[in-house]
């Protein structure tokens, strides 16, 4: 009894420990948001100082130039992520419905096919993609950010896989009832599989909002970058203090923590989907 | 007159079969074309220019050169220093992210409170995007920053600086503890689903048989979610391969960087520094190939990992 109690103490201890170590980085751009460059280069970091500089937060969204182009790139970072991932929704649902309930010639080789993208890393193609969509005149405009991310192959399988168990009745009988085939989809199949959708969603938005290197290959005018971009650009700015870096960085997470909070399960049901992938 | 009822609806039928066989394939029509323009053909286009001697933005035509390009790297002195840089980056990270993902998803089921807190917690680093998680590392790893406290309270030294942005192998486990920081609570919560689907009559026949705490997670869930340890293996090793923005921001910030200039970051100064697209393309393929390799591994575990409780 006495070496359970103690095994648990432990073990609080470990959870506790390292739940402070994924914490610190997180308090510390909150709290040094707010302070000036002297206190956040205070030896120890006065991590209760009782400033309040919000004149950081408006350094950060004025910028070194005074031109506001942090509010741009955030309005652009939304625009781009949420046009991404209604597309991404939009066509993966699309495909992954005709994989999983029209029956036609080649069927196990187009999702052969789709799968093995999966196994060819952006990393790898970035330089090809770059020139394709420079040919195609998309340098520079957000469409060129947009388009060649439209579609990925975990989306696709993942849609796939959850309608495979869409009940057969519901289709038929608006089959039956004289609704078109793109009439399916549109009013029974796509109403009727949110949870898959808003795991997508998820995912697909987070990661444009991540993009960094797709970004920095297209989008050349200040006018057009992405937060990540624009972050870059500031940190390494003369006239940047530590404060309203950190700023800058928490105004680029607060959205993000928000939707964490709010939609808690879908995310962490993306990481799930994973693990559950044991068929 | 049943007969001539029949025949009619067999032939309806197979319409209906055909029609439907037309709006299958409609239906993935937009894939296959994508996947053509945005997948298929770069790919093979990386593996044409990599044959070739082309440079960006420049009208000479690109010339043919056999193997050169990828017989420049194997010589080139940089390249291989990228090779390196990407394989300690990928090993040191991997390794301890698997083997603490692990153990906390372990610890955390055994809690009965605050489980979901503590994912929580864990996972919120995965909720910043890595150009903010670099830019606030980059001040915790500043002389005066809180890295450099913490080593110098650990070990009871005043004012020692331990050189995170300067020296060689501290740069290199800066990126390291920066990657390792933002996933290790995602890959935690993949244990924790992984974990929690075995079913709970197996832990309780083993507690009735006397296991204790420590032989149950050795010898019942251990085995039991290796399908699941085996593809986080993988999949967080082929996320490593393909680190770009820590080392990104961190060279932008002032770090030397020699000692994280990663395969990913090479192939970007290659294409858009020095603008040689075939040498960059040369080193994409053998990025491929090596990803690949292991994404091969991933689908032979899960073709031959099956586990039925």
Redesign the interface.
């Known amino acids: 009894m006495r070496q359970s109690v103690f095994?648990d103490i432990f073990?609080?201890f470990?959870?506790i420990v390292?739940?402070v170590?994924?914490?610190?980085?997180?308090l510390?751009?909150f709290t040094?948001s707010l302070m000036s460059s002297k206190n956040?280069?205070r030896?120890?970091?006065p991590w209760i100082s009782g400033e309040f500089r919000w004149q950081n937060y408006w350094q950060a969204i004025k910028g070194n130039d005074g031109k506001f182009f942090y509010l741009k790139s955030i309005w652009n970072s939304f625009l781009v992520a949420s046009l991404t991932t209604i597309g991404t929704v939009l066509?993966c649902s699309?495909?992954g419905?005709?994989?999983a309930?029209?029956?036609?010639?080649g069927?196990t080789f187009?999702l052969l096919?789709?799968l093995s993208?999966?196994?060819?890393?952006?990393?790898?193609?970035?330089?090809?993609?770059?020139?394709?969509v420079t040919n195609m005149g998309m340098q520079d405009t957000y469409a060129g950010l947009i388009?060649?991310l439209?579609?990925n192959?975990f989306g696709?399988f993942m849609m796939r896989q959850y309608l495979l168990t869409f009940p057969d009745e519901l289709i038929d009988a608006a089959r039956i009832d004289g609704t078109s085939?793109?009439g399916i989809?549109w009013k029974i199949v796509l109403p009727n599989s949110l949870p898959a959708i808003a795991t997508l969603a998820i995912l697909t938005f987070?990661s444009q909002?991540?993009n960094?290197?797709w970004p920095?290959?297209i989008i050349q005018s200040p006018e057009k970058k992405t937060?990540?971009l624009y972050?870059?650009q500031f940190?390494?700015e003369k006239y940047t203090n530590?404060g309203a870096?950190?700023a800058?960085?928490a105004i680029?997470?607060i959205p993000?923590?928000i939707?964490?909070f709010t939609l808690?399960k879908y995310?962490?049901s993306g990481?799930?989907l994973?693990?559950?992938?044991?068929? | 007159m049943g007969q001539a009822h029949l025949f009619p609806k067999v032939i309806d039928l197979r319409t209906l079969e055909r029609k439907k066989a037309i709006w299958g394939f409609i239906f993935t029509m937009p894939a296959i074309i994508f996947f053509a323009i945005f997948s298929f053909y770069p790919m093979a286009n990386a593996f044409w220019t990599s044959f070739f001697r082309k440079e960006l933005l420049s009208l000479k035509a690109p010339r043919f050169v056999g193997l050169n390009n990828y017989l420049y790297l194997l010589r080139s002195e940089s390249f291989w220093n990228s090779i390196k840089a990407t394989a300690i980056f990928a090993f040191g990270t991997f390794v301890p992210m698997v083997l603490f993902s692990l153990s906390f998803a372990a610890l955390i089921l055994t809690r009965k409170r605050f489980q979901k807190f503590l994912q929580m917690a864990y996972y919120s680093p995965a909720v910043l995007s890595s150009v903010v998680a670099a830019a606030i590392w980059l001040l915790i790893f500043d002389p005066r920053g809180l890295s450099n406290q913490f080593l110098n309270f650990l070990f009871n030294t005043k004012g020692i600086d331990y050189r995170w942005l300067s020296n060689e192998n501290m740069l290199r486990l800066a990126t390291i503890i920066v990657y390792f920081w933002k996933y290790v609570g995602y890959f935690t919560i993949i244990f924790v689903a992984g974990m929690a689907s075995i079913p709970k009559s197996i832990h309780e026949a083993a507690t009735i048989d006397g296991a204790n705490r420590w032989q149950d997670f050795w010898h019942i869930t251990l085995p039991l979610i290796r399908p699941t340890t085996l593809l986080v293996s993988v999949m967080s090793m082929i996320q490593c391969l393909r680190t770009f923005s820590t080392q990104y921001l961190f060279v932008q910030g002032g770090a030397p960087i020699k000692p994280i200039d990663v395969i990913t970051l090479s192939i970007y100064n290659t294409a858009i520094r020095d603008r040689q697209i075939g040498r960059a393309s040369a080193m994409s393929v053998i990025l491929f190939l090596i990803i690949m390799s292991f994404s091969y591994l991933q689908i032979r575990i899960s073709k031959t990992e099956n586990i039925t409780y």
């Not at chain 1, 170590?21 to 997180?26: G, H, S």
């Open positions: 095994l073990i609080w470990f959870l390292f739940a170590f994924i914490l610190v980085p997180i510390f751009m040094a956040i280069m030896i120890p970091y066509l699309l495909t419905y005709g994989l309930k029209y029956r036609f010639k069927r187009v096919m789709i993208t999966m196994m060819i890393p952006f990393e790898a193609i970035m330089i090809p993609l770059y020139l394709i388009v060649p439209l579609m192959a696709i085939e793109f989809y987070r909002w991540d960094l290197l920095l290959l937060i990540p972050i870059i940190a390494t530590e870096m950190m800058a960085a680029a997470s993000m923590f939707l964490f808690t995310f962490l990481a799930e994973f693990a559950a992938r044991k068929d």
